[in-house]
């Protein structure tokens, strides 16, 4: 008897083997016939600077495409030499999470104290298999001048819509406050799913030379700009060479 129940224990022991290890087989086949996410930041920092200031937020953006479907993403902000983060921030609900592709673009507040210097970004993206892509950039953070243009939005469509129609004139006002002097402001429309970008310059005598402004224009959005969601790049460069960018997000622009 008790022959025959070590023999049905070790056949029952067997099927429970056999079941596991093709489970585990299926699960290291699917993950084989998944690729790992594709993760790249195109831009660390306005127009890929790579540099960052004390106290005010970094740009970053980068397409990225996950064939297990993204389930997080992970971005830490280190001193070179690894010992000390200065930003953590995970992503693990909301509109990266789920998708196979989408658009990254966030900007993250660099803190007011982070001595000036060099620093690594690391942006991890991991896919519902565990699958994960890392990518790194270096980074450098400077100490806030406070003698470089301030920019601060009063509306951005009429009342603060956030809203333009292609073709019409959009409602843009700003405060500019440029101790060494306005030399140029440029506002650029970007609209980055379509790959679509404009740019407005202002070198009059309306704003150049001045040291406090209110900046007050209606752009004509182009006729051909295609509708979606658009972010504005407002930078102001003063007459010692110092540039600053704000950045204006979530503003639809649709047809008639």
Do not use: W
Not at 85 to 102: A, L, P, W
Not at 225 to 236: C, D, L, R, S
């Amino acid at each position: 008897m008790k022959k025959i129940m070590f023999l049905a224990a070790t056949a029952l022991f067997c099927v429970f083997s056999l079941v596991f290890t093709s489970c585990s087989s299926d699960d290291d086949d699917a993950k084989q016939s998944v690729a790992k996410p594709v993760a790249a930041l195109a831009e660390v920092g306005e127009e890929n600077s790579k540099e960052a200031i004390a106290g005010k937020d970094l740009h970053l953006e980068g397409d990225l495409e996950a064939e297990g479907l993204i389930a997080r993403i992970d971005v830490t902000i280190a001193t070179a030499d690894g010992k000390t983060n200065i930003v953590q921030k995970s992503y693990t609900d909301g509109k990266y999470i789920g998708v196979r592709n989408t658009t990254f673009h966030e900007h993250l507040d660099i803190p007011a104290d982070a001595a000036p210097g060099a620093y690594k970004v690391t942006f991890v993206v991991t896919d519902k298999l565990g699958q994960s892509t890392t990518f790194t950039s270096d980074l450098t953070v400077k100490a806030l001048d406070k003698t470089a243009p301030a920019i601060t939005f009063k509306e951005v469509g009429e009342n603060d819509s956030h809203k333009a129609v292609t073709g019409q004139k959009m409602h843009l006002e700003a405060q500019i406050e440029a101790p060494h002097k306005i030399a140029k402001i440029e506002v650029e429309f970007h609209n980055t799913a379509a790959g679509y970008e404009h740019v407005f310059t202002y070198t009059g005598e309306k704003y150049v030379g001045e040291t406090s402004v209110l900046f007050h224009e209606h752009p004509e959005i182009p006729a051909d700009a295609p509708e979606g969601e658009y972010h504005i790049h407002f930078t102001v460069t003063d007459a010692a060479g110092n540039s600053t960018t704000e950045e204006a997000e979530g503003i639809q622009i649709t047809k008639e």
